[in-house]
């Protein structure tokens, strides 16, 4: 998938063959973690939902690129 700069995506996956990718609680809470931790440096998360099979979200691209040395817990507004 090619991405642009200034651009809102509708991005979603699903397990193969439709299996589950979220088989417990901490599942969720990993992935919302990792969610909070990594997608501000490239954008804002606008909606999301997470189902037991897949997931979507909707995802406004800010930045292409972020530098190598920002610590993932810098938050961009």
């Known amino acids: 998938m090619q991405f642009y ?3 809102l995506f509708h991005i979603y996956n699903q ?6 990718v ?3 609680e901490e ?4 992935f919302i973690w990792k969610m909070r931790a990594y ?6 998360l606008i909606a999301w939902c ?3 099979n897949h997931f979507h979200w909707q995802f406004f691209v800010r930045n292409l690129t972020v530098e190598k ?9």
């Open 15 to 20: 397990g193969n063959n439709k299996r589950q």
């Open 5 to 7: 700069e200034n651009q």
């Open 27 to 30: 599942n969720y809470r990993f």
């Open 22 to 24: 979220f088989l417990s």
């Open 69 to 77: 040395n920002t610590p993932r817990t810098c938050r961009q507004n």
């Open 39 to 44: 997608l501000p440096l490239y954008g804002d």
């Open 50 to 52: 997470l189902m037991p």
